[in-house]
């Protein structure tokens, strides 16, 4: 019996509820039969009654509250619908959860889970990436699983980090992953793993474009390319040891977001390569990002717009021939 992504985030958070009395889910629309937007929570409320709430249709509010539970002693997981809409709590999650230890030495243990990226007909408004933002900020730990077996194990760490974490589930990854089994064993977070080993250029990445890397790289083994692919699993902490060793197996680099182009975590990989291992290099470093407009609604436009299998592998060609 298989088990997608979805799945593995709400056995994930049937087994944190189960386990901590300290735990509750707080979102809009998430309790009764509903579910919330993706059924993340479909019938949590029915086995955990009165620990699966409603909210109001304000996400600073949401996270305000929970932010409140989080310094009486609770473990509050914040659902958004779409991972746009948390724009409207920044000034919670930055400013109050980012700060909340420095300022008080009252550790702040709230996860927000944020419904991210794109897929066909979402457009601008319930499309966006927003990793790249929070990492931005100290005082957050930011994760982005691209596996079921990440999805699982790394929202039950979360719950139990001290710090706030904002944890990116990639809304294409929903249905289109499975696993044959939820995980026994599990990475630590902070740590980056190597999906597939290469000595002709590493691919660094992370959610959804470790799949979309994976296809470009049987693509240009089939030219005798060897690619090493590199999911990051948290872009903060950002593993740079473990993307330093594969760039220093390789001496090319390319890093891919579905983010937008102007700074962000391709940005930042890239700024650590070339700092601390320009002498690795036999090529210039390049990233490659979505494009630097607003994103489409249709969805041929929407799979122009961000990184896929042909642009990575365009993009991959270009350095090798450097």
Request: proline share 6%; glycine share 8%; with cysteine.
């Given at each position: ?72 002693g609770m473990r509050p997981i914040v659902e958004m619908q779409f991972a746009d809409f948390s724009s409207i709590a ?191 290099l036999d090529a210039a470093p390049a990233r490659l990002n979505a494009k630097d407009t607003p994103i489409p609604y ?25």
């Amino acid at each position: 019996m298989s088990v997608s992504y979805l799945e593995a985030i709400r056995e994930a958070q049937a087994h944190l509820l189960r386990e901590d009395k300290r735990v509750f889910i707080y979102g809009q629309d998430i309790s009764g039969n509903f579910g919330g937007a993706f059924k993340a929570t479909k019938g949590l409320a029915a086995e955990f009654p009165g620990r699966v709430l409603n909210t109001p249709i304000s996400e600073d509010a949401m996270v305000g509250t929970a932010i409140g539970a989080a310094l009486e002693g609770m473990r509050p997981i914040v659902e958004m619908q779409f991972a746009d809409f948390s724009s409207i709590a920044l000034n919670q999650i930055l400013n109050n959860a980012g700060t909340q230890y420095w300022r008080t030495n009252i550790p702040c243990p709230i996860t927000v889970r944020l419904p991210s990226g794109g897929t066909k007909g979402s457009g601008p408004f319930h499309s966006q990436s927003m990793e790249g933002i929070y990492a931005h900020y100290p005082g957050l730990i930011v994760m982005t699983p691209a596996t079921v077996e990440d999805a699982y194990t790394m929202l039950i760490d979360a719950v139990a980090i001290d710090d706030p974490v904002i944890y990116c589930e990639h809304k294409y990854l929903y249905y289109h992953l499975k696993a044959d089994e939820l995980p026994k064993n599990r990475l630590p977070i902070g740590q980056a793993r190597v999906v597939r080993p290469g000595r002709d250029l590493s691919i660094v990445t992370y959610s959804v474009m470790v799949h979309e890397a994976l296809a470009a790289a049987e693509e240009l083994r089939a030219d005798g390319f060897e690619v090493d692919v590199v999911d990051l699993r948290t872009v903060k902490p950002l593993d740079t040891d473990t993307v330093l060793a594969s760039v220093a197996r390789t001496g090319r680099l390319l890093c891919v977001g579905e983010s937008f182009p102007w700074g962000g975590v391709t940005a930042e990989v890239i700024a650590r390569v070339a700092t601390e291992g320009f002498h690795l290099l036999d090529a210039a470093p390049a990233r490659l990002n979505a494009k630097d407009t607003p994103i489409p609604y249709h969805p041929n436009l929407w799979s122009e717009h961000r990184p896929n299998e042909n642009s990575i592998a365009k993009k991959a060609r270009q350095i090798l021939a450097e």
